[in-house]
């Protein structure tokens, strides 16, 4: 079955950076659209990047131009670059392959556990 392993959490200073893995088993990530999500305290979880099948990727605008999705095929991972972040950036980030449905996008389900990450001021 599909399992998805999210790491590279932690806690950094505002204008840091962080580099988040996502480690994909039971699929493969260059035939998937995959994404990041993010859940923070009292809030929906919502999709900040995306990287589909023939490799083209979409941001929300909060992270446009900050954020950098990737992924080695060779290492069957996904990854996500975080520069200059922002406490407002703190939640716990998940990836999850994407289903497109109806002209949006959807997750799986398949995420893991999540990384926290925390961005102090």
């Known amino acids: 079955q599909v399992q998805l392993v999210e790491s590279g959490g932690g806690l950094v200073q505002a204008g840091g950076s962080l580099r988040l893995s996502c480690a994909a088993s039971g699929m493969l990530v260059r035939l998937n659209n995959m994404g990041w999500y993010r859940q923070a305290p009292g809030k929906l979880r919502e999709l900040v990047a995306r990287?589909?099948?023939?490799?083209?990727?979409n941001y929300a605008d909060s992270v446009k131009g900050r954020f950098t999705i990737s992924r080695d095929n060779a290492k069957n991972t996904v990854y996500l670059q975080m520069n200059n972040l922002k406490p407002e950036d703190t939640a716990v980030y998940y990836c999850?392959?994407?289903?497109?449905?109806?002209?949006?996008?959807?997750?799986?389900?398949?995420w893991g556990q999540g990384t926290q990450v925390t961005v102090s001021s």
């Open positions: 990287i589909v099948s023939d490799g083209s990727t």
């Open positions: 999850d392959r994407l289903l497109f449905r109806g002209n949006s996008w959807l997750p799986s389900g398949s």
